[in-house]
């Protein structure tokens, strides 16, 4: 199994790699889970490996968060139990390739743990705690993987067990740093073709934060981008090269700033240009642009003298990746957090809204026609994926300090 990691700067996505890489598809490796089925709210139901009876495999290897005190807290184990199917929508993958995000990184540090663990409570049934969160310790990391279907839930038709398949966990749930891995079918589509299993993990969180960011809060598509001017700040990050691929792809005009040792590879993604945040006069070189359409902050830098560089009364959006929602409600609890996140969401808009344009926060959404139309385009060739490097199962902890 492999595991990719997504990098700020440069080149953007390790690679680690599992020791008895999933290639092939065999019903010995099929799970079962308990043959009385299992409850989803009231609905009770079986998956398709517990009717054939298959044996279950019982425990796999995995690397989990034990606390929030950073990487020193993720440990290994070869006896966490296996995950099974409990909703009808869901699909039990075995990994053999999955990434490190600087997401998982912060996770485990503590970033969005009361937002986190509401939404777990929500949808276990429970009530959460408007006030603090209390995670249930240990869970695995891990956003993006790549391997296949062992088994599903009875709502899902258009995959099937033996799929090779990509796709995302979403942040409330148990990651894909594990052998095996379940999530939902809205957020897993069949891998790219072309691609191994490798190259396909380096993807789908990524991708599918720039598609929520680009078309979902910007506002972009293939449809108009060829009338607008995008500038992306960070653009050699995971977001940012598939952003400026994506966007080159739907004829943009894409400007970036990254570092000087990326340039030239932001130049042959398809950045019209490519200037080094570290130049003194880049700054100067934005300005005499005569404003953009959209501006993604894909570096966190939250800057109020870009909003100077939106076309006014043009309907023109600053879109941030960093916003304060999650590190507001991990400082004040969820109600406090909440009413901070109404504050400065409302307090930034009156600047931007001034000059006719605005200032957006943008989110990780899941989307699974967006992760279909990925992958087309990766088969096609009109973007691909970058790696750094490539690590043994091993070293996962040791790799997530590169980030």
Same mark, same amino acid.
């Given at each position: 199994?492999?595991?990719?990691?997504?990098?700020?700067?440069?080149?953007?996505?390790?690679?680690?790699?599992?020791?008895?890489?999933?290639?092939?598809?065999?019903?010995?490796?099929?799970?079962?889970?308990?043959?009385?089925?299992?409850?989803?709210?009231?609905?009770?139901?079986?998956?398709?490996?517990?009717?054939?009876?298959?044996?279950?495999?019982?425990?796999?290897?995995?690397?989990?968060?034990?606390?929030?005190?950073?990487?020193?807290?993720?440990?290994?184990?070869?006896?966490?139990?296996?995950?099974?199917?409990?909703?009808?929508?869901?699909?039990?993958?075995? /990994?053999?390739?999955? #990434?490190?995000?600087? &997401?998982?990184?912060?996770? %485990?540090?503590?970033?969005?743990?009361?937002?986190? =663990? +509401?939404?777990?409570?929500?949808?276990?049934?429970?009530?959460?705690?408007?006030?603090?969160?209390?995670?249930?310790?240990?869970?695995?990391?891990?956003?993006?993987?790549?391997?296949?279907?062992?088994?599903?839930?009875?709502?899902?038709?258009?995959?099937?067990?033996?799929?090779?398949?990509?796709?995302?966990?979403?942040?409330?749930?148990?990651?894909?740093?594990?052998?095996?891995?379940?999530?939902?079918?809205?957020?897993?589509?069949?891998?790219?073709?072309?691609?191994?299993?490798?190259?396909?993990?380096?993807?789908?969180?990524?991708?599918?934060?720039?598609?929520?960011?680009?078309?979902?809060?910007?506002?972009?598509?293939?449809?108009?981008?060829?009338?607008?001017?995008?500038?992306?700040?960070?653009?050699?990050?995971? /977001?940012?090269?598939? #952003?400026?691929?994506? &966007?080159?792809?739907?004829? %943009?005009?894409?400007?970036?700033?990254?570092?000087? =040792? +990326?340039?030239?590879?932001?130049?042959?993604?398809?950045?019209?240009?490519?200037?080094?945040?570290?130049?003194?006069?880049?700054?100067?070189?934005?300005?005499?642009?005569?404003?953009?359409?959209?501006?993604?902050?894909?570096?966190?830098?939250?800057?109020?003298?870009?909003?100077?560089?939106?076309?006014?009364?043009?309907?023109?959006?600053?879109?941030?990746?960093?916003?304060?929602?999650?590190?507001?409600?991990?400082?004040?609890?969820?109600?406090?957090?909440?009413?901070?996140?109404?504050?400065?969401?409302?307090?930034?808009?009156?600047?931007?809204?001034?000059?006719?344009?605005?200032?957006?926060?943008?989110?990780?959404?899941?989307?699974?026609?967006?992760?279909?139309?990925?992958?087309?385009?990766?088969?096609?060739?009109?973007?691909?994926?970058?790696?750094?490097?490539?690590?043994?199962?091993?070293?996962?902890?040791?790799?997530?300090?590169?980030?």
């Amino acid at each position: 199994m492999t595991h990719v990691k997504s990098r700020f700067i440069y080149h953007s996505l390790f690679v680690y790699k599992y020791s008895n890489p999933c290639l092939s598809y065999s019903t010995s490796c099929c799970l079962k889970a308990s043959s009385n089925g299992h409850q989803a709210g009231d609905q009770k139901f079986k998956s398709y490996n517990e009717e054939k009876e298959i044996k279950h495999k019982g425990f796999m290897k995995a690397w989990q968060l034990n606390s929030f005190d950073g990487v020193k807290a993720i440990q290994h184990s070869d006896a966490v139990k296996v995950p099974y199917i409990t909703d009808p929508n869901d699909v039990l993958v075995e /990994v053999c390739a999955s #990434s490190v995000n600087p &997401l998982d990184l912060a996770m %485990a540090n503590g970033y969005g743990q009361n937002v986190l =663990e +509401a939404i777990r409570q929500v949808t276990k049934g429970s009530l959460p705690d408007i006030f603090s969160g209390q995670p249930e310790f240990p869970f695995p990391l891990g956003r993006d993987f790549s391997g296949h279907v062992v088994d599903k839930g009875f709502n899902v038709h258009d995959l099937d067990i033996g799929d090779q398949v990509f796709g995302v966990v979403s942040p409330h749930r148990p990651g894909a740093h594990a052998e095996y891995t379940v999530t939902s079918a809205w957020e897993v589509v069949r891998k790219p073709q072309k691609l191994n299993h490798t190259e396909s993990a380096a993807i789908p969180y990524a991708a599918l934060t720039a598609w929520s960011a680009l078309c979902v809060t910007g506002h972009i598509s293939s449809r108009n981008a060829s009338k607008m001017r995008v500038l992306v700040l960070g653009g050699s990050g995971g /977001v940012g090269t598939f #952003s400026i691929q994506l &966007l080159k792809h739907w004829g %943009a005009e894409v400007v970036t700033t990254c570092g000087p =040792e +990326a340039v030239e590879l932001m130049l042959r993604l398809g950045a019209n240009v490519a200037l080094s945040y570290t130049d003194s006069e880049t700054e100067g070189e934005l300005l005499s642009m005569k404003g953009f359409d959209v501006i993604l902050d894909a570096a966190g830098t939250n800057n109020p003298k870009y909003l100077d560089m939106l076309k006014p009364w043009k309907y023109s959006k600053y879109v941030t990746l960093s916003p304060p929602f999650l590190s507001n409600t991990d400082t004040l609890g969820l109600a406090g957090g909440l009413l901070k996140n109404v504050f400065e969401l409302t307090s930034s808009n009156i600047l931007s809204h001034i000059k006719g344009s605005s200032y957006r926060w943008a989110f990780f959404t899941p989307n699974r026609y967006a992760l279909k139309e990925v992958r087309n385009l990766l088969d096609d060739g009109k973007i691909r994926p970058i790696v750094d490097s490539v690590f043994d199962y091993d070293n996962l902890p040791s790799g997530s300090y590169f980030l």
